[in-house]
């Protein structure tokens, strides 16, 4: 069963930093592409990074472009976001989702909330 | 603000269809594939449509994908109340080289 479990939101100041995690299993992680989406409190879904299944190719949304890095470790079938200069609109649920294609994420993992207020 | 345009909400009674449209441009929907999502409330997304017409296994079929030209639709049939969700439409921008995700559709089974 392919699993996503995401870990490290919390509360933080503006300006802080963050470093969100999502560890994987039930599926060869090596092979995929992977994603994080944000929603922010009562709004839609916010597309914010992938990384190729080889970190080949990163791509970043321009709202957390410089500001945000997104990295995996496949030995550890583990993915992450690290989280910097955070602004009060970054305040959102965070969601890790594997990409079976370009257009096309096909688990997701429950969210993690990042808060960012002073 | 996103570059694939939903109605905001959409209804109907029991039993009744729904579409839902996303609409695009060249650089999103009328080169790529396109994906339908569904966000049950206080739930995570799932992926209920993918390549713009497949249903992944345990979807039923009475979600159903179209696309044309620069815009996509998302079909329900039979509707039931446990289809009471967001639904957001979603495909790769080669333009902006970023994901993009429509501004989701709220249905409201009367």
């Known amino acids: 069963e392919v699993q996503l479990v995401e870990s490290g939101g919390g509360l933080v100041k503006p300006g802080g930093s963050l470093r969100l995690s999502c560890a994987a299993s039930?599926?060869?992680?090596?092979?995929?592409?992977m994603n994080w989406v944000r929603q922010a409190p009562g709004k839609g879904l916010e597309w914010v990074s992938s990384i190729t299944s080889s970190s080949n190719y990163i791509y970043y949304a321009e709202s957390v472009k410089g500001r945000f890095t997104i990295s995996r470790d496949n030995a550890k079938n583990s993915l992450y976001l690290q989280m910097n200069s955070l602004r009060a609109e970054d305040t959102a649920v965070y969601y890790c989702a594997r990409g079976a294609a370009v257009a096309q994420f096909d688990y997701w993992g429950q969210g993690t909330l990042v808060t960012v207020s002073s | 603000q996103s570059v694939l345009t939903q109605p905001p909400s959409v209804s109907a009674a029991p039993g009744q269809k729904v579409t839902i449209s996303c609409s695009g441009s060249s650089s999103n929907i009328g080169n790529n594939y396109v994906s339908w999502y569904q966000q049950l409330p206080g739930t995570a997304p799932k992926l209920l449509i993918y390549d713009n017409i497949k249903r992944p296994s345990g979807i039923p079929d009475r979600f159903s994908g179209s696309k044309s030209g620069t815009s996509a639709t998302l079909g329900i049939t039979g509707l039931q109340t446990g289809d009471e969700a967001d639904y957001y439409c979603g495909t790769w921008d080669s333009s902006l080289s970023a994901y993009v995700f429509g501004t989701g559709t709220k249905v409201t089974v009367l």
């Open positions: 039930g599926f060869t992680f090596s092979s995929y592409s």
